[in-house]
């Protein structure tokens, strides 16, 4: 199996992570004209509901057995590794289930909570009955999370990136054909064909669980599995309360994380609802922002993703080797890759939100979906930041300024929801705008306190990523003038997705390169990702012709 630096690392698992995210979005077109407004709103109150459960379940422990794999093999411990593996599939395997049993038995008070006094739309049998589809997967995708952590932790960055990919896939498939299948061939209910498409996460598990064993399996003796390593004398209690220590942050950050897009979901439903609005456009803005914009954000989103997966087992590292002016380099390098990046995908995607839209989920309301993916995906640029800078104070072993932050951020986010939705109402805006706002602000007072931490206890600076914000803003302001310049001059006809799909492209290119270009020209590229990387990339992107100079 080969083995990843942070750099490699970082883009194998970004472009997995891009690769499935990317398969995310597009499976959403046929799926969403298959089953229309309502039935995305059904299929949104189930997925939201199952990633909490998943997060509560296993969001932890990839990165908590990545990090303690990593940390014994830094000091020589194979057998304390090894055990590590197998401690934290019995774990799992705990957890799992009683995870499954209270999501299927609960699944009908959660479905009242969510839909409340809402009428006309969707019932509260409809969502309970798709929610409990959804919790078989729970019985899966957990022990997904230990293997992938235990080869990553090894460096070890292809297998469960492509196993990401295959889940991904073989969900898409059940998605799609159970969903077709159910409607147009045995004409089975709306709320049948979700709870079908729901189904698909857990036979995704399945074929990704086939792929990652067969793998191990065959690398077990590279892999410290094949028994024949030197004991050592850490215990498994001492191993059951390290990896319980490392996961619970995890899970707390994670859960916070599925929390706001439910607390979301549930305030702007009952909010809008109080406010006299219908049940159609209710439950449309409701899933909207829940589910459907976020399906479209996560292209940015598998850049914090991608990143985490390769920089906490190497700020572990450089942690245990007490290292800190790596910790403080690796950190200011993560943020900055996420500035560079993610803010002009964000624009971009902003100034084309109708297009971009119409492409994904049609015409129908497409006003009002264009303004809300518009709004909404700026929350992403944010939500990388948070990412990166709670997953440094975990690898940092700070669980207590964990625990702090992500709850001062929540804490901001759930109180602010509702009076500021009210606000935006009561200012002739949609008062979804508010509920956004409101995330904006969770993530960025927890970036903001986490960054303050770092910088008092360990004299992290951060200079070079501030100047590194400023200079951005130059080529981010000349694609924003390109861009709105040839919206301007090229027609757009919405109600066709070729003419979206070719506008969206073109716009998205032209603006790419003149953002990329002067990126370059002054010189942000090749201190971000350094020019020996920069030249793989162009050779390899123009097949060995072109050498940067």
Not at 7 to 12: A, C, D, N, P
Not at 381 to 402: C, E, G, P, R
Request: charged residues 15%; aromatic residues 12%.
């Amino acid at each position: 199996m080969k083995r990843s630096s942070f750099i490699e690392g970082t883009v194998i698992a970004t472009i997995a992570i891009f690769v499935t995210k990317i398969l995310g979005m597009l499976y959403v077109i046929p799926f969403y004209a298959m089953i229309g407004i309502q039935g995305s709103a059904l299929y949104a109150y189930a997925y939201n509901i199952y990633v909490i459960f998943l997060d509560i379940s296993s969001a932890g422990l990839p990165v908590a057995i990545s990090k303690i794999i990593k940390e014994y093999n830094t000091l020589g411990m194979m057998d304390a590794k090894a055990r590590a593996y197998q401690v934290g599939k019995k774990i799992i395997s705990f957890i799992s289930v009683a995870a499954f049993i209270l999501l299927f038995v609960f699944a009908g008070d959660i479905a009242k909570l969510i839909l409340g006094e809402l009428q006309g739309g969707n019932t509260i049998s409809d969502a309970t009955f798709v929610i409990r589809c959804v919790s078989f997967a729970i019985l899966v995708i957990p022990f997904l999370s230990v293997s992938k952590g235990y080869l990553q932790g090894h460096n070890i960055i292809n297998v469960s990136s492509i196993s990401q990919v295959i889940e991904q896939v073989v969900r898409i498939g059940v998605i799609l054909g159970g969903s077709f299948l159910a409607l147009n061939v045995f004409h089975l209910s709306l709320t049948t064909s979700v709870g079908i498409a729901v189904f698909g996460a857990f036979m995704g598990g399945i074929a990704a669980i086939l792929y990652i064993a067969h793998n191990m399996h065959k690398n077990k003796k590279e892999l410290g599995l094949d028994g024949n390593v030197k004991k050592d004398e850490i215990s498994n209690k001492e191993i059951i309360k390290k990896i319980m220590q490392y996961a619970i942050p995890f899970i707390i950050i994670d859960v916070s994380v599925s929390l706001y897009n439910f607390v979301d979901m549930v305030f702007i439903s009952r909010t809008m609802t109080a406010l006299g609005f219908d049940a159609m456009t209710t439950e449309f803005i409701t899933s909207s922002v829940a589910t459907w914009s976020g399906k479209i954000s996560m292209i940015v989103n598998a850049i914090a993703m991608g990143l985490s997966v390769s920089l906490i087992p190497n700020i572990v590292e450089a942690f245990t080797l007490k290292k800190w002016n790596l910790v403080e380099s690796r950190l200011n390098k993560a943020l900055q890759i996420i500035l560079v990046t993610c803010i002009p995908m964000v624009i971009g995607i902003s100034l084309l939100a109708k297009p971009i839209w119409s492409i994904f989920y049609g015409t129908d309301a497409i006003e009002l979906g264009g303004l809300v993916l518009a709004v909404y995906i700026f929350a992403a640029i944010f939500f990388n930041l948070y990412m990166i800078t709670s997953s440094t104070l975990q690898s940092l072993n700070k669980f207590k300024a964990v625990y702090l932050t992500t709850l001062l951020g929540y804490a901001t986010n759930a109180l602010l929801d509702v009076p500021l939705m009210l606000l935006s109402y009561a200012l002739g805006f949609q008062p979804f705008i508010g509920a956004i706002l409101a995330s904006i602000l969770g993530y960025s007072v927890s970036v903001v306190s986490t960054l303050i931490i770092l910088r008092k206890e360990h004299h992290l600076k951060y200079q070079e990523t501030f100047k590194m914000l400023v200079q951005i803003i130059v080529p981010t302001v000349l694609m924003v003038l390109v861009v709105v310049g040839i919206q301007l001059v090229l027609p757009l006809e919405l109600t066709s997705k070729v003419s979206c799909i070719f506008y969206v492209a073109v716009v998205s290119i032209v603006g790419a390169f003149v953002y990329l270009f002067i990126a370059y020209k002054s010189g942000i590229l090749e201190k971000v990702f350094g020019r020996e990387y920069l030249n793989r990339i162009v050779k390899k992107l123009t097949f060995g012709k072109i050498k940067l100079s």
